[in-house]
């Protein structure tokens, strides 16, 4: 007999009176890992999820039981610490020929509309508060870019009262813990500093578009399904299972959406479809599943939930993509939102907003909560990402780099001397500097400020263009950077005055100047100027020097 079991693991923390349980659920007829299952503490809002390989860990305390939940399966009770060596979860059979003679009976327009009617009745409409584990992870073709991990904190005020066009419009959002890798886009402020809000947004039952629309947008980051209910085709494929409930199983499309060009030719627009998993007594959204794509571009979204004291909240957001660049590269993502806890005490409302990249440089890093906590396993993917960015360096390690790297290349404006030794310090070896030095009257030499934000677009991950201002008046340098845009796509600023040692180290007698800092090797005093057409070539031959 093919089996599913859950391999635990227990890591005392008698400080805390925890144990932290890691498992492994499987497929018992197929022995294959089953994802995105929930893992909830029976008597408790506090659960967990099983990550793409099927792993899991949860923080518990003695006496406890384990509820393990997912759609297609039947549901399992781990009591005692003497069960978890085998446990088995069953498939059940997905319901098709039902489905085919009841298929007049069985509207699935009609099914998702009293879905969207009954979410006040599903879902809780007072305030309450969830914690979160997101992490996130991104490439560039091949090489990966960064890889974030936090816990946060989102206070809903009016819980799912009425549904919201952007994350944190009703509710406040803070990240309490955080940790993230060594950055090999370290220098592209493209990148939001962490992407909560599109994770939140994969809500279905939270967020809508505002306004109906002729077309759908790739780009948004909400779903317009109940908003352009209308231009939506819908079909019910079958009955399946949630923990001893029926559920329909409802395939949506999108109307094939195309544009008429000048050229007289219909250019396709967006595409976009996916699966809804109700159940078919009190009509709740159990999963969602939806893919949109355009181009050559895909993103991928999930969403799953599970009940807690008569009411459904949210375990677990996933979203993937992959976009094409105007010169054929691919940027990948991955974030993942997992449900820890909720709270409906209204002692624990807070009120935040959106947190800032200044915001999460001022949260304090702990080590232990990272060994102690609930957070989603890592896959072997995972790990290799971690890996590969930090060079075998631990996460905890990268953090701290990174965390250095980000307080010296961030409001560059305050003690930008020591801030700009340190980075030239700590590129040796790494990566080569372009140094553009300047005074707040360059209105002469505006085009070269504009082409060496080309350059940096260009060369970005090879070569750091840094702004350096010798402007002694703060106020007028932040009005300066702000009014031309200076930190366009992580070019590096700093303001170190006429008075710096560091003019006279670096040889600067005018504005504007320009010095090259190799990788290894003699500084070069007096290197071209952006709009020097040559300036590329120099460039390029720095980078082949490494």
Request: charged content about 40%.
């Given at each position: 007999m093919l089996r599913c079991f859950v391999l635990f693991c227990f890591i005392s923390i008698s400080s805390l009176g925890q144990q932290l349980v890691e498992g492994t659920i499987i497929d018992k007829e197929t022995e294959q890992p089953v994802p995105f299952a929930s893992i909830g503490v029976v008597g408790s809002s506090k659960g967990t999820s099983s990550n793409l390989n099927g792993q899991f860990s949860i923080s518990i305390s003695e006496p406890f039981s384990l509820k393990i939940t997912c759609i297609g399966y039947e549901s399992m009770l781990i009591n005692s610490i003497s069960e978890m060596a085998l446990i088995e979860l069953k498939p059940m059979v997905t319901q098709l020929t039902a489905i085919v003679v009841l298929s007049k009976a069985i509207n699935a327009r009609r099914v998702l509309k009293k879905a969207f009617a009954n979410i006040d009745k599903n879902y809780s409409t007072n305030p309450f508060l969830q914690k979160f584990f997101y992490r996130h992870y991104c490439k560039d073709d091949k090489a990966y870019g960064r890889l974030i991990e936090a816990s946060v904190d989102v206070w809903k005020n009016q819980g799912y009262r009425s549904v919201q066009k952007v994350a944190g419009e009703q509710e406040a959002i803070r990240v309490t813990q955080l940790r993230r890798s060594l950055d090999k886009t370290e220098m592209a402020q493209g990148h939001e500093p962490i992407s909560i809000g599109n994770i939140l947004q994969a809500d279905l039952v939270g967020y809508q578009t505002e306004k109906k629309s002729n077309h759908v947008s790739f780009y948004t980051e909400l779903s317009n399904l109940r908003t352009d209910f209308d231009s939506y085709q819908f079909v019910c494929k079958g009955i399946t299972y949630y923990d001893d409930l029926e559920v329909y199983e409802i395939d949506y499309t999108y109307k094939k959406d195309s544009v008429l060009t000048t050229s007289g030719a219909y250019l396709q627009l967006a595409s976009v479809s996916g699966t809804l998993f109700i159940t078919t007594e009190s009509f709740a959204f159990l999963k969602t599943e939806e893919v949109k794509s355009y181009g050559g571009s895909t993103i991928r979204t999930s969403s799953y939930y599970r009940k807690y004291a008569d009411r459904y909240y949210p375990y677990h957001f996933v979203r993937t993509g992959e976009s094409r660049t105007t010169d054929n590269h691919f940027h990948n993502f991955h974030i993942e939102l997992m449900s820890v806890e909720v709270?409906?005490?209204?002692?624990?409302?807070?009120?935040?907003?959106?947190?800032?990249?200044?915001?999460?440089?001022?949260?304090?890093?702990?080590s232990v909560f990272w060994t102690s906590n609930t957070i989603l396993k890592t896959t072997p993917l995972e790990d290799k990402i971690i890996r590969d960015l930090g060079g075998g360096k631990s996460l905890n390690k990268q953090f701290l780099r990174y965390h250095q790297f980000e307080m010296n290349t961030s409001n560059g404006g305050v003690e930008g001397e020591g801030k700009i030794n340190w980075l030239l310090s700590d590129s040796k070896n790494t990566r080569p500097l372009y140094l553009f030095f300047w005074k707040t009257n360059f209105q002469s030499y505006l085009v070269d400020i504009e082409l060496a934000k080309r350059l940096?677009?260009?060369?970005?991950?090879?070569?750091?263009f840094v702004f350096v201002s010798l402007e002694d008046d703060e106020q007028k340098w932040k009005e300066a950077v702000a009014r031309f845009s200076l930190y366009t796509d992580g070019i590096v600023n700093y303001r170190i005055g006429s008075r710096s040692k560091i003019v006279d180290s670096l040889r600067i007698t005018e504005t504007p100047s320009f010095v090259i800092v190799p990788q290894h090797g003699e500084t070069l005093h007096h290197a071209k100027r952006p709009s020097d057409s040559l300036l590329e070539n120099d460039l390029i031959k720095l980078i082949e020097q490494k």
């Open positions: 709270k409906t005490d209204a002692s624990e409302k807070f009120t935040a907003k959106m947190p800032t990249r200044e915001d999460l440089l001022k949260i304090p890093y702990d940096q677009k260009k060369f970005r991950n090879k070569i750091t």
